[in-house]
């Protein structure tokens, strides 16, 4: 079935470290790819998408491309900050399916 | 523009007490529907979804169950919980059609004892 496998954490950066959080899935052909973050104490937000093969999502200096050759969605931004610290989802669903999987969340704390 | 709301925030319930977490969307209509629970340093996991009035989709069976009396409402409940349903309960809703991008509310925090 289709599935998201997400590095695990918990991440732990410096304040300007570069980040990158993988995420690898699995799924039959070409679900559209998601990344939420999740502040504390606080529900999910959109942080980026893509929706085809060789899509690249960004948003707040957060980027992921679609790379469908290694089934791939990895998170990366240049210079993390403390406020960037969060539990983040990747996830995957199909055009006009209810059924969204998510993977298991990584959490990043960022030092000052 | 969309808001969903989910109440209460915070609850404390005794184990075997029922339990009712409501969730409305403004500004837009037949949306779905979602429930999830996040337990403690774990993923999502989907527990129930909607895509109309009454009709309720339940992906993992267990002590709870949900109902959607209108269409923006979508209400998750049990008879009596258990110390294993605590956790932070998340409602989400999204298009009918679309890419399926999901709008999240903000989230109950559940502490059964």
């Known amino acids: 079935g289709n599935s998201v496998t997400q590095m695990e954490g918990p991440v732990t950066l410096s304040e300007e470290a570069f980040l990158t959080i993988n995420c690898t899935y699995t799924?039959?052909?070409?679900?559209?790819l998601f990344w939420y973050v999740q502040y504390p104490g606080e529900g999910l937000q959109l942080l980026l998408k893509?929706?085809?093969?060789?899509d690249k999502g960004s948003n707040k200096g957060f980027e992921a491309t679609y790379r469908k050759e290694t089934t791939s969605f990895h998170l990366e931004k240049g210079s993390v900050q403390v406020s960037d610290s969060a539990v983040y989802f990747c996830?995957?669903?199909?055009?006009?399916?209810?059924?969204?999987?998510f993977g298991a969340g990584t959490r990043l704390t960022v030092k000052p | 523009s969309q808001t969903i709301h989910q109440w209460p925030a915070t609850l404390v319930q005794p184990v075997g007490s029922p339990l009712s977490l409501e969730c409305t969307v403004e500004?837009?209509?037949?949306?779905?529907l979602y429930w999830y629970r996040q337990a403690a340093g774990r993923g999502l996991q989907l527990l129930f979804y909607?895509?109309?009035?009454?009709?309720i989709s339940s992906e993992v069976p267990q002590n709870l169950s949900a109902s959607r009396p209108q269409d923006r409402q979508f209400i998750l409940s049990s008879k009596k919980l258990l110390l294993s349903d605590s956790g932070f309960y998340l409602c989400?809703?999204?298009?009918?059609?679309?890419?399926?991008?999901?709008?999240f509310g903000a989230g109950t925090r559940l502490s059964v004892l």
């Open positions: 996830a995957l669903r199909y055009y006009n399916n209810n059924d969204m999987r």
């Open positions: 989400a809703w999204s298009f009918r059609t679309g890419f399926g991008i999901q709008y």
């Open positions: 893509a929706t085809k093969a060789d």
């Open positions: 909607s895509v109309g009035i009454g009709q």
């Open positions: 500004g837009t209509s037949n949306p779905n």
């Open positions: 799924a039959t052909g070409y679900p559209s």
